[in-house]
């Protein structure tokens, strides 16, 4: 059972996806938040599987919520997918940049939504949806490329393959297959790669290709 915090500070929105995920037999609304501090104390007390945090709220916006819950060793395996109604926001990419592991916006259809729930939970890959694709590119492309660190430098040729086919959004089962590699290989070089580069989620691996050089704006394609 796939446990799930929601945190939007409109109830009817709320009342709309807990419908949606408490229809499928394999995921669970356990917690409801108001307000991005309520959703940080409801991931503490229930560690939810994942959260779906919306950006704008009262007393502490979805950002900031989104950092604390990165940012606590004791919730190292609550994923967060922030919720927008902009399919491009400034404020998504350094969302991403601080630990989200994607984002959705809020007109999604509800198979993409349970899909994504889904996918983030078990930690298999970045979501999908092109529009999650297009936001890093569109602000990747805007950072100033940085020198790689000692972390980057880490990496072997095989994990800097990998990491580039991360960033492609390809799964575990998706890299094995192109690199000829057993599942469980290739589950155990992203293992490193997270490791050697000190991130929570394939998400933060995906925005340091970017920023790194390792692929560029545009060169992922939906």
Known sequence: MIRVLLADDQTLVRAGFRSILNDEDDLEVVAEAANGAQAVAGSR??????????????ELDGLEATRQIAGDPRLSDVKVIILTTFD????????????????????????????????????????????????????????????????????????REVMTLVAAGLSNDEIAARLVLSPAT????????????????RAQVVVLAYEAGMVTPGWITS
């Open 186 to 201: 290739a589950k155990t070089h992203v293992s490193r790669i997270m490791t050697k580069l000190g991130v929570r989620d």
């Open 88 to 159: 491009l926001d400034d404020y998504v990419y350094g969302a991403l940049r601080s630990g989200a592991s994607g984002f959705l916006v809020k007109d999604t259809e509800p198979e993409e939504l349970i899909h994504a729930v889904r996918v983030v939970a078990r930690g298999d890959a970045l979501i999908s949806p092109s529009v999650t694709r297009r936001l890093i590119s569109e602000f990747a492309g805007r950072v100033k490329r940085p020198e790689p660190g000692p972390e980057l430098n880490a990496l072997t040729e095989r994990e």
């Open 45 to 58: 007390e229930h560690r939810p599987d994942v959260v779906l945090m919306d950006i704008r709220m009262p």
